[in-house]
Nanobody, 117 residues
Framework: QVQLVESGGALVQPGGSLRLACAGS????????MGWYRQAPGKQRELVAT???????NYADSAKGRFTISRDNAKNTVYLEMNSLKPEDTAVYYC???????????WGQGTQVTVSS
């Protein structure tokens, strides 16, 4: 059974940095597109960034220049490095994985990021 477990969420001041991690289990994640989505209170879940099995990345406009997604296939882990955080980045951040062959999708439980002074 595929499982995704996020970590790294915290309360941080505006301008600060955080590194989120998502550890996968139950499959070979080198065959997955991985990503991060977020959902703020009262808003729909939105894409933050994705990284393909080949290492190609895609970012939401709000994340470009501030966030970096990366993956370590040996550890079945995907990371999101977030810099210059703003209050509007406050949300629950969810890890996402999609098998490149079956297109089956999986979600983590989420980790809270709060940007506030």
């Amino acid at each position: 059974q595929v499982q995704l477990v996020e970590s790294g969420g915290a309360l941080v001041q505006p301008g600060g940095s955080l590194r989120l991690a998502c550890a996968g289990s139950g499959s070979i994640f080198s065959f997955y597109t991985m990503g991060w989505y977020r959902q703020a209170p009262g808003k729909q879940r939105e894409l933050v960034a994705t990284i393909t099995d080949g290492g190609s990345t895609n970012y939401a406009d709000s994340a470009k220049g501030r966030f970096t997604i990366s993956r370590d296939n040996a550890k079945n882990t995907v990371y999101l490095e977030m810099n210059s955080l703003k209050p509007e980045d406050t949300a629950v951040y969810y890890c996402y994985a999609r098998n490149v062959w079956s297109r089956d999708e999986y979600w983590g439980q989420g980790t809270q990021v709060t940007v506030s002074s």
